[in-house]
């Protein structure tokens, strides 16, 4: 997403710039409860909310957290909380009565390693509660990854006009070294409150102007429940299809592609460039949605000649599932992973990179530096 | 003669010519709202003795014979109607017998998800600060699953009103144990009757709430006669009132009942409900601010730490 050129870069903190960005966005109601390693997002809205006419409340719990997104997205508000993968856990009821509702808001989870308490350090292991089984019931809602602080502000911007136009929760995966991460950032311009999307359904108030608007998920006849979650569906197919994204970098003419989001994208680029100093044809493809997750990116690489996809993340094995179903038996696929908050060297991933490489008989050059160049 | 009135929410300002100007309020007469009066076609000498409230939907409620929430929530109706607040009203309805109550009154409601009702109301006042928002809760969602919200929302004054329905059961699921199920009570999950010494006492709700500072209005009212129905609504117009004029959070305790899961008569309930809630339950007002002197429940917080350095000292 392009910025304006002229705005000033700043020097921020990840959790400060999913903040700030949010506010920029039109956010001005803020729900949140404390946990590490997301406490200076929280921080920030309380100071800067009550500036700005908005409201910081911070919350009994992440239950009573997300339930208050509900209310105010309910009432027609662009609205977010943000929490650490278990406060992420307790917040999953919520978001799905936000999905059954059609409700737009946007969660943070600024992961950390578990399960169960788990430790502080950054991690990744939310993958699959993310885009899988947040809480009960069919349902999707698309997740974000950044992998920058500068993505840090582009997402959160732009989760919350993804939000509205599908009246669907959405949802900022990123982790505690982001979190905690200090980069150069052109913060995306204000917007007019006035010029949100228009909400229609949003509990207002009739002002006996109209039928009143009702909030609900629930369906008592079962045809109804049904037909509301095929309609639902259909609204993620179109997501699937307009929504994906990814970048990729030297994978033209890839035969090894790895695969990896947010934090451990930045590790497994360097092992790529590594890679591609020492002969190999490795190229990176980094979902920047995790759901809908690139498939049509995967199809590429595979078209352009992939013949291995190494998943590289900081869990035991979550997206590599995803990467399997998008190359459906057409190449071989591999993991990587280090978890419980440690995060995977270049070397260690360079390593599992030319042992894939090897093991599918990819062709090895001489160390080629014009190629490298070119790719960048 | 017809007092049936058409459609929900949108009804005109003004009354449309050729209908009868209201009569005056008499002993058997209703005012109709203003906004009401073109609906119902007058014609000379006649009188409009009961209508549905404007702010009730002509949807058919869902409870069982017996049951107050009917009772309870055209008296909240009513209350809206002469409020005038149809218009800017947000409801949140609970999980319970109560659910569908957004299908009943014509104001915008939500549903929340099970004892959550206090912190969508919460943030729906905060997005919406000249709105009317109120949540309907019954035991199990307010003062089980929901207690922590029930004690927080109130404890930060939201200027919300909760109505609160205490039957001592949970009525949806089939009559289990309730927070508020009597010393003794059988239920389905206290077959041989609630046994405190494992499953402790019942929560007296009014008494719980009215030590906190938020709370500007608590009252426990009845709807097993006339009288009490009565003193039911003007607690529950009050505590409307008490919002609608910044003074804090009010909530209204309705003792109940649940003919169907006590296994009893309706008639039969409401003997039980006076033989043994309301001795457990006492009947009154356990905090109104504005009897005790204060205009706002946060002056009389202030009051109370009076004290107190830091909590004297103005916000920086």
Same mark, same amino acid.
């Given at each position: 997403?392009?910025?304006?050129?002229?705005?000033?870069?700043?020097?921020?903190?990840?959790?400060?710039?999913?903040?700030?960005?949010?506010?920029?966005?039109?956010?001005?109601?803020?729900?949140?409860?404390?946990?590490?390693?997301?406490?200076?997002?929280?921080?920030?809205?309380?100071?800067?909310?009550?500036?700005?006419?908005?409201?910081?409340?911070?919350?009994?719990?992440?239950?009573?957290?997300?339930?208050?997104?509900?209310?105010?997205?309910?009432?027609?508000?662009?609205?977010?909380?943000?929490?650490?993968?278990?406060?992420?856990?307790?917040?999953?009821?919520?978001?799905?009565?936000?999905?059954?509702?059609?409700?737009?808001?946007?969660?943070?989870?600024?992961?950390?390693?578990?399960?169960?308490?788990?430790?502080?350090?950054?991690?990744?292991?939310?993958?699959?509660?993310?885009?899988?089984?947040?809480?009960?019931?069919?349902?999707?809602?698309?997740?974000?990854?950044?992998?920058?602080?500068?993505?840090?502000?582009?997402?959160?911007?732009?989760?919350?006009?993804?939000?509205?136009?599908?009246?669907?929760?959405?949802?900022?995966?990123?982790?505690?070294?982001?979190?905690?991460?200090?980069?150069?950032?052109?913060?995306?311009?204000?917007?007019?409150?006035?010029?949100?999307?228009?909400?229609?359904?949003?509990?207002?108030?009739?002002?006996?102007?109209?039928?009143?608007?009702?909030?609900?998920?629930?369906?008592?006849?079962?045809?109804?429940?049904?037909?509301?979650?095929?309609?639902?569906?259909?609204?993620?197919?179109?997501?699937?299809?307009?929504?994906?994204?990814?970048?990729?970098?030297?994978?033209?003419?890839?035969?090894?592609?790895?695969?990896?989001?947010?934090?451990?994208?930045?590790?497994?680029?360097?092992?790529?460039?590594?890679?591609?100093?020492?002969?190999?044809?490795?190229?990176?493809?980094?979902?920047?949605?995790?759901?809908?997750?690139?498939?049509?990116?995967?199809?590429?690489?595979?078209?352009?000649?992939?013949?291995?996809?190494?998943?590289?993340?900081m869990n035991m094995g979550q997206m590599v599932d995803d990467v399997r179903l998008a190359v459906n038996g057409r190449a071989e696929v591999a993991f990587y992973g280090r978890t419980g908050g440690i995060i995977p060297t270049p070397a260690e991933t360079l390593e599992h990179i030319e042992a894939l490489a090897r093991s599918v008989g990819a062709t090895r050059?001489?160390?080629?530096?014009?190629?490298?160049?070119?790719?960048? | 003669?017809?007092?049936?009135?058409?459609?929900? %929410?949108? +009804? !005109? $300002?003004?009354?449309? *010519?050729?209908?009868?100007?209201?009569?005056?309020?008499?002993?058997?007469?209703? =005012?109709?709202?203003?906004?009401?009066?073109?609906?119902?076609?007058?014609?000379?000498?006649?009188?409009?003795?009961?209508?549905?409230?404007?702010?009730?939907?002509?949807?058919?409620?869902?409870?069982?014979?017996?049951?107050?929430?009917?009772?309870?929530?055209?008296?909240?109706?009513?209350?809206?109607?002469?409020?005038?607040?149809?218009?800017?009203?947000?409801?949140?309805?609970?999980?319970?017998?109560?659910?569908?109550?957004?299908?009943?009154?014509?104001?915008?409601?939500?549903?929340?998800?099970? %004892?959550? +009702? !206090? $912190?969508?109301?919460? *943030?729906?006042?905060?997005?919406?600060?000249?709105?009317?928002?109120?949540?309907? =809760?019954?035991?199990?969602?307010?003062?089980?699953?929901?207690?922590?919200?029930?004690?927080?929302?109130?404890?930060?004054?939201?200027?919300?009103?909760?109505?609160?329905?205490?039957?001592?059961?949970?009525?949806?699921?089939?009559?289990?144990?309730?927070?508020?199920?009597?010393?003794?009570?059988?239920?389905?999950?206290?077959?041989?009757?609630?046994?405190?010494?494992?499953?402790?006492?019942?929560?007296?709700?009014?008494?719980?709430?009215?030590?906190?500072?938020?709370?500007?209005?608590?009252?426990?009212?009845?709807?097993?006669?006339?009288?009490?129905?009565?003193?039911?609504?003007?607690?529950?117009?009050?505590?409307?009132?008490? =919002?609608?004029?910044?003074?804090?959070?009010?909530?209204?305790?309705?003792?109940?009942?649940?003919?169907?899961?006590?296994?009893?008569?309706?008639?039969?309930?409401?003997?039980?409900?006076?033989?043994?809630?309301?001795?457990?339950?006492?009947?009154?007002?356990?905090?109104?601010?504005?009897?005790?002197?204060?205009?706002?429940?946060?002056?009389?917080?202030?009051?109370?730490?009076?004290?107190?350095?830091?909590?004297?000292?103005?916000?920086?």
């Open positions: 997403m392009a910025q304006a050129t002229d705005e000033k870069r700043v020097l921020m903190k990840g959790n400060e710039v999913l903040a700030e960005s949010a506010i920029r966005a039109g956010c001005r109601f803020f729900f949140g409860y404390p946990i590490t390693p997301q406490t200076e997002l929280a921080a920030y809205m309380a100071k800067r909310m009550p500036k700005i006419g908005g409201t910081y409340l911070q919350a009994e719990s992440e239950i009573a957290a997300i339930n208050m997104v509900y209310g105010a997205a309910a009432a027609g508000a662009r609205a977010m909380t943000s929490s650490s993968s278990p406060g992420v856990s307790l917040k999953g009821e919520g978001v799905s009565y936000m999905a059954g509702a059609d409700l737009p808001g946007v969660i943070i989870n600024v992961e950390r390693g578990g399960p169960g308490l788990g430790g502080i350090q950054p991690s990744q292991s939310d993958y699959w509660q993310a885009t899988r089984a947040l809480g009960h019931g069919d349902f999707f809602m698309p997740v974000f990854a950044p992998s920058t602080v500068q993505e840090m502000a582009d997402l959160v911007y732009h989760a919350f006009d993804v939000a509205d136009e599908y009246r669907t929760p959405t949802m900022i995966l990123a982790d505690g070294l982001l979190g905690q991460m200090m980069e150069p950032v052109v913060l995306p311009p204000a917007r007019d409150l006035a010029d949100l999307p228009a909400k229609p359904w949003a509990t207002t108030g009739t002002r006996m102007a109209r039928r009143h608007n009702v909030v609900n998920s629930l369906y008592l006849t079962p045809e109804e429940l049904e037909r509301t979650n095929v309609e639902r569906f259909e609204r993620y197919d179109r997501i699937r299809a307009t929504e994906q994204r990814a970048e990729t970098y030297l994978v033209d003419d890839a035969e090894v592609v790895v695969v990896a989001f947010g934090a451990s994208s930045r590790i497994a680029r360097s092992a790529v460039k590594k890679a591609r100093e020492r002969g190999w044809r490795v190229g990176l493809l980094r979902p920047v949605t995790l759901w809908p997750f690139p498939v049509d990116a995967v199809q590429a690489a595979l078209d352009g000649g992939a013949r291995a996809f190494l998943s590289v993340e050059r001489d160390a080629d530096a014009a190629t490298t160049k070119a790719g960048e | 003669m017809s007092t049936q009135t058409s459609g929900r %929410g949108g +009804a !005109p $300002a003004t009354p449309a *010519a050729g209908n009868a100007a209201p009569k005056p309020a008499g002993r058997h007469v209703v =005012q109709l709202p203003e906004y009401q009066r073109e609906l119902v076609d007058l014609q000379p000498g006649e009188r409009v003795v009961a209508c549905r409230p404007h702010a009730f939907t002509d949807v058919q409620n869902s409870y069982c014979p017996g049951c107050t929430h009917g009772i309870v929530q055209r008296l909240v109706a009513e209350v809206i109607d002469e409020l005038g607040i149809e218009g800017i009203t947000v409801g949140i309805a609970p999980v319970g017998c109560s659910v569908t109550c957004y299908d009943f009154f014509s104001c915008d409601m939500i549903e929340a998800s099970h %004892g959550r +009702a !206090p $912190a969508v109301a919460t *943030a729906v006042k905060r997005v919406h600060p000249e709105d009317v928002v109120f949540s309907y =809760q019954g035991d199990g969602d307010l003062a089980s699953i929901g207690m922590a919200e029930t004690v927080h929302a109130a404890t930060r004054g939201e200027k919300i009103t909760v109505i609160f329905i205490n039957n001592a059961i949970y009525g949806m699921t089939g009559g289990q144990m309730a927070p508020t199920t009597l010393p003794n009570q059988v239920t389905q999950t206290s077959p041989y009757g609630r046994d405190v010494s494992t499953a402790g006492y019942p929560v007296r709700v009014c008494e719980l709430l009215s030590t906190l500072d938020g709370v500007a209005y608590a009252e426990r009212v009845s709807c097993d006669n006339l009288k009490d129905i009565r003193a039911a609504k003007r607690a529950i117009k009050k505590a409307f009132e008490y =919002q609608i004029e910044g003074v804090g959070y009010s909530l209204v305790e309705v003792v109940s009942t649940c003919p169907t899961n006590w296994g009893m008569t309706p008639q039969q309930s409401f003997d039980w409900l006076r033989e043994n809630m309301l001795p457990y339950y006492p009947l009154g007002v356990y905090r109104d601010v504005r009897a005790e002197g204060f205009a706002t429940a946060a002056e009389a917080a202030a009051a109370r730490a009076a004290a107190c350095p830091i909590a004297q000292k103005g916000r920086e």
